[in-house]
């Protein structure tokens, strides 16, 4: 039985990359960083370690270099599996460290495995290709804040675009609200509330750029510009401790420029439904919210994957995060259920708790923004949603979407 080192910093993706591996009879072994990593490894060297790239503390690149200068790890197959550093110049940089086999984030189980079988075989004939010479400090130092940059720069396009989509949605509504002059008081409630959070999310998106990323990326330009300055006098004058002071200064902005990028992330779009899907997100988010409020919560989901187009995927999500908000605030309840079902050609969504019970007259009222913002959402997939409570008996939320206009919603 092969044992299998698994460095993986986002907790839900260990957990699936593990339950995957064991089911195909691998020992596993999990690690949250590079620091980690090297220290399990070290006690107990694995057969091959399959690592992520975007770590805080150590990240996937150092951790390469490293494990190809330790004596006792050196021999050991390493592969790299991202779905942040997809950039060809970022594959050819790990590969320049040492590691034998690239892999983007997401693959097809079967796909993953027969690669990692294809690396497990090939370095047991000798024929994995001879590691290159060890990287020299200061090229891999350039190389890595070359990775960083196309990274963030990335990350900040896509900010940018998300800010001019949010403004320009923001303008068709206003546009479009100057053309219809008749509108119920509660639809333009419910118009002020959604434009109410996105500037929220602008100004918080803003701030996050403008007050840490810029912070972290201008010191680390300034620090990087001076140590180039020192090593390219003909007479080196800098210490070595001076220069491994400063590396370390680099590498904590370094890492607070990778968190502040994963906080605007989040704050944009969630990001585990891309990774992991409908099933899985759902899974994660009950979890973190019973850790959160200590609310148990309990999950019925289709032991079978639901095929839902992204937008479906993420309307439902938003619904369920929605619905667990008003349980944290106003439920009072101890338990909360969470069910996805298919019954014939519909797909059924229930989210019940134990708690108090909405009153009836809150259910329609014109202030009740977020239970406006669930039906729309429930309405522009062709469903309906429906709330219903009793006093000291809890509150249900039921959606009820068509199987095929969710599995196609342009």
Same mark, same amino acid.
């Given at each position: 039985? #092969? ?14 990359? *593990? ?6 009879? &691998?020992? =596993? ?15 107990? @060297?694995?057969?091959?370690? =399959?690592?992520?790239? !975007? ?29 942040? &550093? ?19 984030? @997401?693959?097809? @189980? ?23 010479? %060890?990287? *020299?400090?200061?090229? &891999?130092? *350039? ?99 001076? /220069? ?9 902005? +370094? ?5 502040? =990028? ?5 704050? $944009? ?9 409908? $099933? ?10 019973? #850790? ?15 095929? $839902?187009?992204?937008?479906? /995927? ?13 349980? %944290? ?10 069910? $996805? ?16 019970? +909405?009153?009836? &007259? ?6 009740? !923004? ?27 939320? /039921?959606?009820?979407?068509?199987? *095929?206009?969710? #599995?196609?919603? @342009?």
């Amino acid at each position: 039985m #092969a044992h299998i080192l698994v460095v993986e910093d986002r907790e839900q993706d260990r957990y699936m990359l *593990q339950v995957l591996l064991e089911g195909h009879g &691998y020992a =596993v072994t999990a690690a949250a960083n590079g620091i980690e990593a090297l220290q399990i490894a070290t006690r107990n @060297p694995p057969d091959l370690i =399959v690592a992520d790239l !975007l770590m805080p503390g150590m990240d996937g690149f150092a951790l390469c270099r490293q494990w190809r200068q330790d004596a006792r790890l050196k021999d050991i197959p390493f592969v790299v599996y991202t779905a942040t &550093y997809t950039d060809v110049r970022d594959q050819e940089f790990a590969l320049s460290l040492g590691a034998d086999r690239c892999m983007i984030k @997401p693959q097809e @189980p079967d796909v993953f495995i027969q690669g990692l079988l294809k690396v497990l075989e090939e370095h047991r004939a000798g024929r994995l290709r001879a590691h290159p010479p %060890a990287v *020299q400090d200061m090229a &891999y130092l *350039q190389q890595h804040n070359e990775a960083l940059n196309r990274k963030l720069g990335q990350k900040l396009a896509q900010v940018e675009v998300g800010k001019q989509a949010l403004e320009e949605e923001a303008g068709a509504r206003m546009r479009a609200e100057q053309q219809v002059k008749v509108f119920s008081q509660q639809l333009k409630n419910l118009a002020a509330h959604i434009e109410s959070v996105r500037e929220d999310e602008r100004g918080s998106v803003g701030r996050e750029i403008h007050d840490e990323l810029g912070q972290h990326l201008t010191g680390l330009k300034i620090t990087a510009f001076l140590l180039a300055r020192e090593f390219s006098k003909p007479n080196i004058t800098i210490s070595r401790q001076d /220069t491994v002071e400063r590396i370390e200064r680099m590498l904590k902005s +370094i890492d607070a420029a990778i968190q502040t =990028v994963r906080k605007i992330s989040t704050l $944009l779009r969630p990001t585990v439904l891309d990774d992991l899907g409908l $099933l899985a997100a759902i899974e994660w988010h009950a979890q973190d919210f019973q #850790a959160r409020t200590g609310i148990r919560t309990r999950v019925r989901l289709p032991s079978q994957g639901v095929q $839902l187009s992204p937008e479906a /995927t993420r309307a439902l999500f938003r619904i369920i995060q929605e619905s667990l908000t008003n349980v %944290a605030q106003h439920a009072k309840a101890s338990r909360v259920d969470i069910k $996805l079902q298919q019954r014939k050609d519909l797909l059924w969504l229930s989210v019940s708790d134990n708690g108090q019970g +909405i009153p009836e &007259y809150k259910i329609e009222h014109p202030r009740s !923004l977020g239970l406006l913002g669930m039906k729309e959402r429930a309405i522009l997939l062709g469903g309906d949603l429906s709330v219903s409570g009793k006093p000291a008996k809890g509150t249900t939320v /039921t959606v009820k979407v068509p199987l *095929q206009r969710a #599995a196609n919603v @342009p």
